[in-house]
């Protein structure tokens, strides 16, 4: 069965840092695409980043671009969200994606 366990929120001051992590298992993890997505209350769920299965090629949505960096060690079956110059309206609940199968989430808020 497919797993995806978010780890690495918590409140941080605007523009300050965090690194978020999901520790998959269940599947070939480096044959397959990795993405982020993040929702806030009320609010449709939104894509912030994908990368491929090698990690050579990566996309991200326009409101985090430069801002946020998408990476994976496919020996450890994880990915990362590497997130950089945080704002308040990054304030959100952060899913790991993979396979039509979600993770559990990981709160991050943003403030001062």
């Known amino acids: 069965q497919v797993q995806l366990v978010e780890s690495g929120g918590g409140l941080v001051q605007p523009g300050g840092s965090l690194r978020l992590s999901c520790a998959a298992s269940g599947f070939t993890f480096s044959s397959w695409a990795m993405s982020w997505y993040r929702q806030a209350p009320g609010k449709e769920r939104e894509f912030v980043a994908r990368?491929?299965?090698?990690?050579?090629?990566?996309n991200y949505a326009d409101s985090v671009k430069g801002r946020f960096t998408i990476s994976r060690d496919n020996a450890k079956n994880t990915v990362y969200l590497q997130m950089n110059s945080l704002k308040p309206e990054d304030t959100d609940v952060y899913y790991c994606?993979?396979?039509?199968?979600w993770g559990q989430g990981t709160q991050v808020t943003v403030s001062s």
């Open positions: 990368i491929s299965s090698g990690g050579g090629s990566t």
């Open positions: 994606y993979a396979l039509g199968w």
